[in-house]
Every structure is written in structure tokens, then in C-alpha cells.
């Protein structure tokens, strides 16, 4: 274990380095390139790779390939090139890729405000590319877990054959805080399976666990990654058994694995709480600090943050707190409320949005929550 | 005793016979390419200086692209436009593995065009095979970046207002190692040409010059396989040593084949480890 002093950016390119990333391609965009520029001179010494591509689309098709060819790989960027990585996205899903994509939340639409934080892009996450499909989705509220959620998304990755989300954003990218690195042995590290063997016929015919062993390339396996509709030996199929077959297997192998992949903790929860405020990401730390002065004010209140923003345990998430009002606190327009509302559909629910290029300040946040107290 | 089955050719080792036919027309000059190209693979195979369970094959989308699924290797058919990029993101991680891009114009050029220009620029270790039928087929009929300049597609039905690019021409301006140009009505030069390739460090480009009398042929009127295959063959000359100007397509005046650029350039494997230091 090693304790240092870093940023949020330095965070997840040290806890991709733990995690056994071997390949690195990205493209420059702000507040996310410190973790390319930081990779670039430590990776190569680790035996890696970081090279940086025409644009975010070669960014993310390159790490597809390169994870075919046997590398852990990882790309970064924020809101525009994340949107410009949709299409890979998908193609990482249909071919059961592991690949961790990290963006780190500016203000947007379109250019927006590179330089400043948001919390916009938890749907665009969650809905990137065209398709059914279920990425997960983890944010990270400091730099000690920017670095252990980097880590859980390459496990989860590996061990589901997903491309995986990381949504950091600006605050934390540029938060300095003090971080507890592993060394080898301290945090389970998953790799994929591999089949046995050489020459295979059926590339995605699954295991019990639904996901089929990675036929990496080089091995002998003569596999076809194909982003077609294909069945288990990988070839197009354009009907509607193989169809159905493949799209409601790529979902349900995630949900099998809710809980592995589900996270959460909560603050001051008693039986007993009034209200519970819900929040993630940075603004859940200024939040944080709402739910203590609303204590100090005689508020009966408690708070939940998620650490997974999709998929969601609905179970585990309504049994959570027993509050009978939920305020959703978000720096955005208030877009995982709607989530939120629909799991407690018993519960009174409320909407809390705050749109701040700054980290939004504890007045701001008591504004907002007061309104529903 | 139990009849087992029988190859009836001899290059049906490279492939997924059980995927054959191919979804290619009559007439379609691409299992022409595939065959030579496979040809060419078998002797590097026999001389032992390629493991051919570290061949790769890349495609994008597109009636060429498809090529990958039919051969007998690993292989991946990936998004449109975005096989240079996968095969960039392959060879990097595993600088083992042999890997070939196969696409047609639109999908290499047009969708595909900077990660062939930056692919190209840093000499990064794959073989790129273009195939050019001067039309988006697949779709049905549509202009593509090499369609000359007046034909008629189902887009541009008052004719092609715009000049096309000639990816020769825009290799020779970049840093690769290997640029040549075959047609379907040379398949010995194809074969050669891979062949050549094959031997070769960096960013390697071949063109192949096809026929697809069922889409481009209905737009020029060259509707029947046979005349299609004719009118080419009588327009393509093989010449020695081309010059940048010989590299221009003009279906009046002929199609220059040949080798037009060759040398040996570090490759982008190469360059890293000079800078990574081992």
C-alpha cells in the first residue's frame, strides 16, 4: 500500500494501472487529458501502450481492438468526444469487449464550458449508442474512489465482457486529495476467461454464467468478432430467434451480476428519517454537508449517494431508507430523479436540480433542497 | 470407409466453406481479390515465415469488408469506416500479429479517411487492400469519394458534380512503405503485389481496381459481367516504376496499374521502441 497526494484525473490513470492496463488511446480534450498525459510517461515504462489517435473515434475503435488482441485498454475524453465514441460503444457491447471508458463531465450541449463541471451526461451514459443494451456506469465522489471505481469498472469489464463507464467530472478530475494505492495482491484484479484449446466453432456460445470465454486474437482460436447479429458461431443472423436470443442474453448476463456491479452508501440512515436526500458524483459531497447542517437545523434526515448510477438494484435501492420524502440532488436538470422517482414510486420524490459550472456552494444546495422541506 | 470431407480447392483451407456461397453478384470482383489474396498468403505460409495463427484479418462495412468472414482466421468485421483504427488498436497491443484491412473505397476513403491518412502517416504495421468499384454498392447505388466526375448515381442523378480522390495519390503524400495498384482483370499482379507486401514493414496500401457490373455497371451502362470485365480489362496497363501523375484514374484514357511507391521508412513499431527504448 503507498499513500500519495493527487488529482482525480491522476487518480483513475493509477487505478487503471492497477487494474493491469496495458493500452491506452485517447485524443485531447479538456478537463480529461491529464490522464493521457500522465499515462503516457508512466505506461510505457509498465510494458504499455498510449498513443494518441486522430480523433476520439479511432480512440475508442483502437481500444476495442487492442483488448482483442489480449490488452487490458482503456480511453478517456468528455462530453463531446464522448459522444463521438456512441457508435464504438455499441460495437464494444455486441462483441462482448472489455473496455473502460472514462468521461469527465464538462458543461454542455455541444462545447459548451471545457472548462468548467457538470453533471450532464448521466443519461448520455447510459443511452450513448442506438440498441439495447445495459452499460454499466460508475461516479466516483472523490479521488480516493475515482481510483477504486477505475479499478471495479476493469473488473467488471473482464468479468462481464462489457465496455464499462467511469463519469468523473471536472471537480473531481482537479480535486487534490491524499490516495491510498494498492500494490499487487492488496485489491482483487478479475482477467477474462479465455477458452481452452485451440480451433473453436462456437465463439459465443455462453457458459452458465451467460458470458462466453474470450477467443482473443493470436491463439488459434480463428474467432470472428462480428458486430452484426450473429449467433453463437458468430455468424450474421437476421432473424428474430438469434435476434432475440443474443439481445436478451447481452442484457441479462448484466443483470445477473446486479450484485456485483450495484453500489451505494448511505449517511446518517436511521428507521426513523424524515427525509433522505440522493445524490452522486461532486455535488454529493457538497450535499453531504446539507444533510449535517439539516441535522444540526433538527431535520430527521439521512443521504444516499449512489456509486453505480446504472444498472440499478431497485430492491436493494428502496430498502435502502424507510424516509417517506427523497430529494434528488444533481447538477443537472434533474435527470437520474427520474430514476430515482420511478423505484420509489411509493414515496414522495422530489427534484432538486442545480445547474453549476462551479461546485455548487452549500447555500445553493439548501436553496434548492428547502424548498421541499 | 466413411467418406470424410473432400477440399475441391486447394486454397479451401483459408476458409469458412461452410459460409460459402459468398453474398457476392455474378460478375462481383471481389472473390477474384480474396482468391489472389489468398494465394499470395499460402506461399508466405508454406515458406514459414508466416504463423498463421497470428493473421488477422479487419473490415469495416461493406460488400469488401465482408471479406474477413469468410476467411478461415481470426478475423473482425467492425464498424463503418473504423477498420484501420480496430487493426491500429490490434497490432499495437500484440506487435505479433499479421494484420490485414480489406474494404472498398467508401468505407477505407470516404467514412474511413483520416484514420487511413493518419494510419498512413505514422507507417503503422498493417496492409490495407482497397477495393474499388467507384460506387457505395451495399446501400444501392450511391456516389462515392472515387465516383468520376459526371456519373450518374441514385444520388447524384443529374451526374457526379465532384472530382473524385484518388487514394494512390494521397498515400504517396503520407509516410508509408507500400503503394501499389492491381485490378481484378490482373489477379497475378493482386497475388504479387500481396505477396510483396506481405514481406514488408510499416503501412502497406494496395489498390484493386474492380468490377460491380450489378450497381456501378447499371449507373455506365456496362450492366452485362462479362462486357464490365472487357471494358476494364482493355482500360488497365501494368507499368514499370509509375509516376505520381500515372496514379490518375480515367476511364478514357486507361488505369495505370503497378507498384508505385516501395521503400522502407521505419515502421510505427519500429519508431515507438526507438522511443520507448527497447
Known amino acids: 500500500m503507498r499513500k500519495t497526494f493527487a488529482s482525480g484525473n491522476i487518480a483513475v490513470a493509477e487505478g487503471a494501472i492497477t487494474a493491469g492496463l496495458k493500452f491506452y488511446a485517447g485524443y485531447p480534450i479538456t478537463p480529461s487529458s491529464e490522464i493521457m498525459e500522465y499515462l503516457a510517461e508512466k505506461l510505457p515504462k509498465l510494458n504499455g501502450i498510449v498513443v494518441q489517435m486522430e480523433d476520439e473515434i479511432a480512440s475508442i475503435n483502437a481500444a476495442i481492438g487492442a483488448s482483442w488482441a489480449g490488452a487490458k485498454s482503456m480511453t478517456a475524453t468528455s462530453g463531446p468526444g464522448f459522444s463521438l465514441m456512441a457508435e464504438a460503444i455499441g460495437l464494444a457491447v455486441i462483441t462482448e469487449t472489455p473496455v473502460v471508458i472514462v468521461d469527465v463531465?464538462?458543461?454542455?450541449?455541444s462545447t459548451g464550458v471545457p472548462t468548467k463541471t457538470s453533471q450532464s451526461d448521466v443519461l448520455q451514459a447510459r443511452w450513448l449508442a442506438h440498441g439495447d443494451y445495459i452499460v454499466p456506469c460508475y461516479a466516483p465522489w472523490s479521488v480516493q474512489e475515482a481510483y477504486d471505481l477505475v479499478i471495479k469498472a476493469f473488473n467488471t469489464a473482464e468479468l462481464l465482457r462489457t465496455p464499462v463507464i467511469v463519469l468523473s467530472?471536472?471537480?473531481?478530475?482537479?480535486?487534490?486529495?491524499?490516495?491510498t494505492m494498492y500494490d499487487q495482491g492488496e485489491v482483487e484484479i478479475i482477467n477474462r476467461k479465455i477458452p481452452k484449446g485451440t480451433e473453436i466453432t462456437l465463439p459465443y456460445k455462453p457458459d452458465p454464467d451467460l458470458i462466453p470465454p474470450m477467443p482473443i486474437f493470436g491463439k488459434g482460436f480463428k474467432t470472428i468478432v462480428e458486430s452484426l447479429t450473429h449467433d453463437e458461431r458468430g455468424y450474421y443472423a437476421p432473424h428474430e430467434s438469434a435476434y432475440r436470443a443474443l439481445i436478451t442474453r447481452l442484457n441479462l448476463k448484466i443483470l445477473k451480476r446486479l450484485d456485483y456491479i450495484f453500489d451505494y452508501e448511505t449517511y446518517n440512515c436511521t428507521s426513523e428519517c424524515d427525509y433522505m436526500l440522493l445524490s452522486y458524483g461532486s455535488t454529493a459531497r457538497v450535499t453531504y454537508i446539507a444533510m449535517l447542517e439539516l441535522r444540526r437545523r433538527g431535520y430527521n434526515i439521512c443521504m444516499l449517494r449512489l456509486k453505480t448510477l446504472w444498472p440499478i438494484d431497485r430492491e436493494k435501492l428502496v430498502n435502502s431508507c424507510k424516509a417517506r420524502r427523497i430529494v434528488v440532488v444533481e447538477n443537472n436538470i434533474g435527470k437520474i430523479y427520474m430514476d430515482i422517482d420511478r423505484v420509489f414510486k411509493d414515496r414522495e420524490v422530489y427534484s432538486a436540480p442545480i445547474l453549476s459550472l462551479e461546485p455548487p456552494s452549500l447555500r445553493e444546495?439548501?436553496?434548492?433542497?428547502s424548498i421541499w422541506l | 470407409m466413411a467418406v470424410e470431407s473432400i477440399n475441391i480447392h486447394p486454397l479451401d483451407k483459408h476458409l469458412r466453406v461452410d459460409r460459402i456461397p459468398t453474398l457476392y453478384c455474378p460478375g462481383c470482383g471481389i472473390g477474384i481479390t480474396l482468391g489472389a489474396m489468398l494465394r499470395a498468403l499460402d506461399k508466405r505460409i508454406n515458406e514459414g515465415l508466416i504463423d498463421p495463427n497470428k493473421i488477422v484479418w479487419v473490415g469495416g462495412i461493406g460488400c469488401s469488408a465482408r471479406t474477413v468472414f469468410y476467411v478461415r482466421y481470426d478475423a473482425a468485421h467492425v464498424l463503418h469506416g473504423r477498420a484501420i483504427a480496430f487493426a491500429t488498436g490490434v497490432v499495437l497491443a500484440n506487435p505479433e500479429l499479421l494484420v490485414i484491412v480489406v474494404g472498398g473505397d467508401g468505407d477505407?476513403?470516404?467514412?474511413?479517411?483520416?484514420?487511413?491518412?493518419?494510419?498512413a502517416r505514422r507507417n503503422i504495421d498493417i496492409i490495407v487492400v482497397m477495393i474499388t468499384n467507384f460506387v457505395y454498392a451495399m446501400t444501392g447505388g450511391q456516389v462515392a469519394p472515387t465516383t468520376p466526375r459526371g456519373v450518374k448515381t441514385t444520388t447524384t442523378p443529374m451526374g457526379n458534380p465532384e472530382p473524385p480522390l484518388n487514394a494512390i495519390k494521397l498515400v504517396l503524400a503520407l509516410n508509408a512503405n507500400y503503394a501499389a495498384r492491381a485490378s481484378v482483370t490482373t489477379p497475378h499482379y493482386i497475388e504479387n503485389f500481396f505477396y510483396k507486401a506481405l514481406g514488408i514493414k510499416g503501412f502497406r496500401f494496395i489498390e484493386v481496381i474492380s468490377t460491380c457490373p450489378e450497381i456501378y455497371g447499371r449507373h455506365i451502362g456496362l450492366r452485362d459481367?462479362?462486357?464490365m470485365y472487357n471494358e476494364l480489362k482493355k482500360r488497365v496497363k501494368y507499368k514499370p516504376k509509375p509516376s505520381i501523375e500515372d496514379a490518375d484514374i480515367d476511364w478514357e484514357k486507361g488505369i495505370i496499374i503497378g507498384e508505385f511507391l516501395e521503400r522502407n521508412n521505419p515502421s510505427y513499431l519500429e519508431l515507438l521502441r526507438g522511443v520507448y527504448g527497447k
Do not use: S, Y
Open chain 1, 105 to 109: 463531465m464538462r458543461a454542455g450541449p
Open chain 1, 365 to 369: 444546495v439548501l436553496e434548492v433542497i
Open chain 2, 225 to 227: 459481367p462479362v462486357e
Open chain 2, 108 to 119: 477505407i476513403a470516404g467514412i474511413g479517411g483520416n484514420h487511413f491518412i493518419h494510419a
Open chain 1, 169 to 179: 467530472d471536472a471537480v473531481i478530475a482537479h480535486l487534490w486529495e491524499p490516495l
